[in-house]
Nanobody, 124 residues
Framework: QVQLVESGGGLVQDGASLRLSCAAS????????MAWFRQAPGKEREFVAG????????SYADSVKGRFTISRDNAKNTVFLQMNNLKPDDTAVYYC?????????????????WGRGTQVTVSS
């Protein structure tokens, strides 16, 4: 089993920045893809960004390209999401997800492990 714990959420104003962290523990050898999803009230959970730990290859949703950056610290089994120029539409619970694979999937059902989420609220 793998445990994922997110941190770094909060309440910020339009245009501000936040950095989320997700620390993995347990059987971390069974994962090599880590991703961020988000879910706004009344909406489905959606892919935000993902990273392949071995190569550093990344994938982003169109809505966050140029504003969000995903990165990882393999030694600490931690992935980060730097979020700049935040907008009210970015308000959501942000979840960390993980799996093993070679292509970064973007669908919720393709991830095995999930964190409990961290709330990000952007006020206008």
């Amino acid at each position: 089993q793998v445990q994922l714990v997110e941190s770094g959420g909060g309440l910020v104003q339009d245009g501000a920045s936040l950095r989320l962290s997700c620390a993995a523990s347990g059987r971390t050898s069974s994962i090599n893809i880590m991703a961020w999803f988000r879910q706004a009230p009344g909406k489905e959970r959606e892919f935000v960004a993902g990273i392949l730990a071995s190569s550093g290859r990344t994938s982003y949703a169109d809505s966050v390209k140029g504003r969000f950056t995903i990165s990882r610290d393999n030694a600490k089994n931690t992935v980060f999401l730097q979020m700049n120029n935040l907008k009210p539409d970015d308000t959501a619970v942000y979840y960390c997800a993980a799996r093993y694979g070679y292509i970064i999937p973007t669908h919720v059902d393709e991830y095995v492990y999930w964190g409990r989420g961290t709330q990000v609220t952007v006020s206008s």
